[in-house]
């Protein structure tokens, strides 16, 4: 059973910055999909970025331009670095892997953008 720790939440102002990290147990080389989803109160989870691996990289829309998805397999780790932060981006953050059709979630990790 893969772990994935995510950190690197907190309180921000509109404008500022945070970088998200995800640690996985095991090697990332294996994972077939490699990805950052929210979910903000009252809403449902949505995804946030997402790498497909040799297929593509996908943003959302919203975050298109602002966020940044990355990886580095030396750590087994996955970031997202977020630019531009506004108040509609507050919600708990979910790392998410799959591997052969398995997926994998972190707990979540909170971040608040204050106006």
Known sequence: QVQLVESGGGL???????????AASETIL???VLGWYRQ??????ET????TVGVST??????KGRF???????????YLQMNSLKPEDTAVYYCYMDRANV????????VTVSS
Not at 12 to 22: A, D, K, M, N, R
Not at 40 to 45: D, I, M, N, T, V
Not at 48 to 51: L, N
Not at 68 to 78: F, L, M, V
């Open 30 to 32: 294996a994972m077939n």
């Open 68 to 78: 940044t998805i990355s990886r580095d397999n030396a750590k087994n780790a996955i």
């Open 58 to 63: 996908y943003y959302a829309d919203s975050v």
């Open 103 to 110: 997926n994998y979630w972190g707990k979540g990790t909170l």
């Open 12 to 22: 921000v102002t509109t404008g500022g910055s945070l970088t998200l990290s995800c």
């Open 48 to 51: 946030v970025a997402r790498i």
């Open 40 to 45: 903000a109160p009252g809403k449902q989870r």
